[in-house]
């Protein structure tokens, strides 16, 4: 069966935008005790199986969507930096073999800090990475050892260092706060040493104990203490001050950037864009009819792969190997996503979530978010649905108008930003 020209017509609109593509890569030499992510470690013999399973489900995308045009590139994980040496490369040549990469398209690739040689470095940059994410967390060794990572402080210093060697000029360090046995003056230690290191991008994240984890079960154990939220505001707050009089611009809740280096693919989710996810696990976000018979290409369809690596090479290697799956496709709806080999399970977004994650989400860039341009983009008179609310929010001073009609938080709001969130989700 083949697409009809009236709805591919409002398929190729919906994407008339572009998308974003993630790749998500479930490898780790070791794992970290806070991490939740899908990640495994000592599976290093799956390599090239998921290196083949992992170009087919980018083909068989890009044959189903009508090869979109591609707007950032996201290689998460896992540890990107751990693949073999090339596979990098492979990859992001299937990409643009398959679809239409702007040229000036982010592609940014997570990587450790001791993964980075210069060779790795060189290897990186050669294939195509633009934009390299440097998972520091700390620069306090103690803490470090705690948090399960591979680095030191003088690791990550010298990692930052060998990028530019290699010519990379937008790099971009993590960080984390409110942990177990850290101070102030640890936190004021860390803040300070990387701003001196002068990356073009910072993201802070407080953590969080998530369910399942080793940190979490040492937490509920006594091993280590409560993380306390206090002290954790305290640090927030220091950055914050650090930052701004550095230079940098906070223009996500936790994400501070040199002028024009904002990261072009986390605004596309910010913003509720379209994106593909790629990879065990990876979620993905499209616009897309429920059926062939529905008109409305305005709220998303959410799916996501199966965790499984090797259960995912299964799957890709199924829907490439039967030609029908691809080639003779039906049109492009939610239910038949959710047909797809590698399509673990999928959920479309009814009127009420969509006005919510838009502006919860939107909300979360801290320049404010255009009402009016959200409203006609999901097809939903923002506005109207949450006048009671909007209302609320301001005389409470948690949210602000701006004079050209941008809706912000108000900084007071900055750290309670969760609650003012909840009214939208609430309604």
């Not at 690596?309 to 996503?337: F, K, N, S």
């Not at 941008?406 to 750290?415: I, K, P, S, T, V």
Request: with cysteine; charged share 25%.
């Amino acid at each position: 069966m083949s697409q009809s020209p009236q709805f591919q017509d409002r398929i190729g609109s919906a994407l008339d935008e572009g998308i974003s593509l993630y790749i998500h890569v479930p490898f780790c030499l070791s794992k970290c005790p806070y991490c939740d992510f899908n990640t495994y470690q000592g599976i290093e013999s799956q390599f090239d199986d998921f290196l083949t399973a992992v170009i087919q489900e980018i083909t068989a995308w890009s044959v189903v969507l009508g090869r979109p045009t591609v707007n950032t590139i996201f290689l998460g994980g896992g540890t990107p930096s751990y693949l073999p040496d090339g596979d990098v490369a492979r990859i992001l040549d299937a990409v643009a073999r398959n679809y239409r990469v702007r040229a000036d398209a982010e592609i940014t690739a997570e990587c450790n800090p001791n993964d980075l040689s210069p060779g790795k470095c060189a290897e990186l940059r050669a294939a195509g990475v633009n934009r390299v994410s440097i998972g520091v967390q700390s620069m306090d060794n103690g803490l470090l050892a705690m948090l399960g990572r591979r680095h030191d402080a003088d690791e990550a210093a010298q990692a930052l260092e060998r990028c530019r060697h290699a010519g990379f000029d937008n790099v971009s360090l993590d960080l984390m706060y409110g942990l177990p046995h850290q101070s102030l003056d640890q936190w004021r230690e860390t803040v300070a040493r990387v701003v001196a290191l002068a990356p073009e991008h910072l993201s802070l994240y407080s953590l969080t104990l998530e369910e399942g984890t080793p940190l979490r079960r040492w937490v509920q154990q006594g091993r280590l203490p409560e993380p306390d939220t206090d002290l954790a505001a305290d640090m927030y707050d220091h950055a914050r001050a650090v930052l701004v009089a550095a230079g940098y611009h906070h223009y996500e809740i936790s994400n501070w950037t040199r002028p024009g280096r904002e990261s072009e693919h986390n605004l596309a989710y910010w913003r509720n864009l379209q994106w593909v996810g790629v990879g065990p696990g990876a979620h993905s976000s499209l616009r897309v009819p429920s059926s062939l018979e529905d008109n409305n290409t305005g709220s998303a369809c959410r799916f996501w792969t199966v965790r499984s690596p090797r259960e995912y090479a299964r799957l890709a290697r199924e829907w490439a190997e039967d030609a029908a799956l691809v080639g003779e496709w039906p049109a492009v709806t939610a239910d038949r996503i959710e047909a797809a080999p590698t399509v673990d399970g999928s959920e479309v977004s009814d009127e009420a979530t969509t006005a919510a994650e838009t502006m919860f989400l939107g909300l979360r860039l801290l320049d404010g978010m255009d009402v009016a341009a959200a409203s006609a983009r999901t097809g939903i008179d923002l506005l109207a649905r949450y006048e009671t609310e909007l209302a609320e929010l301001t005389a409470d001073g948690l949210l602000v108008w701006e004079p050209d009609g941008r809706l912000r938080l108000a900084e007071e709001a900055y750290l309670v930003a969760n609650q003012v969130f909840t009214r939208f989700l609430l309604e």
